[in-house]
């Protein structure tokens, strides 16, 4: 497995050195502020949502090199999702960091080119690194749809 621990090394830190759709979003309807500071990493997250699916997505900030190329990952993956697709992406990041170990596997093969950061689990420390994005996006939609959910606690 090393060999395949060298590669999502390289990827995400492709991503720290040119982070995707970095920058302000001019017709954003949806924007949350993401902090993590036991790091010290913010994201700012923009999102354009029209009926119920984000067809556009920026963010701004960054931090340590997890958190950026997180946030740029995610930018990349989530265009064109549906709001229940995003949501369940979320999901299944944390589960793939936080979750059962067993299964962790499992989960990272669905999560596509997200997998890169399974290894994260192996460092509590970076994992809210990996994650605060994910929490930034929570709080974005929230905006948008209900007024509170507490079907996710960070
Ligand atoms: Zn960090």
């Not at 060298?6 to 040119?18: A, K, M, P, S």
């Not at 999901?91 to 290894?119: I, Q, R």
């Amino acid at each position: 497995m090393a060999e395949m621990d060298d590669l999502y090394q390289e990827v995400i830190l492709d991503h720290n050195r040119q982070p995707r759709n970095f920058g302000p979003l001019g017709d954003a309807n949806r924007s949350a502020e993401g902090h993590n500071p036991l790091c010290g990493d913010t994201i700012v997250l923009y999102l354009r949502v029209e009926d119920d699916v984000v067809t556009d997505v920026s963010f701004e900030g960054g931090g340590c090199a997890i958190a950026t190329a997180s946030a740029s990952l995610m930018t990349e993956v989530l265009r064109g999702k549906s709001v229940a697709q995003a949501r369940a992406l979320f999901e299944g990041m944390m589960d793939m960091l936080t979750g059962d170990p067993t299964h962790a596997a499992e989960v990272a093969e669905d999560l596509g080119k997200l997998a890169v950061f399974s290894g994260v689990r192996e460092y509590p420390m970076r994992v809210k690194c990996a994650t605060l994005v994910w929490h930034t996006l929570q709080a974005a939609l929230e905006d948008l749809r209900q007024p509170v959910s507490t079907e996710q606690q960070g």
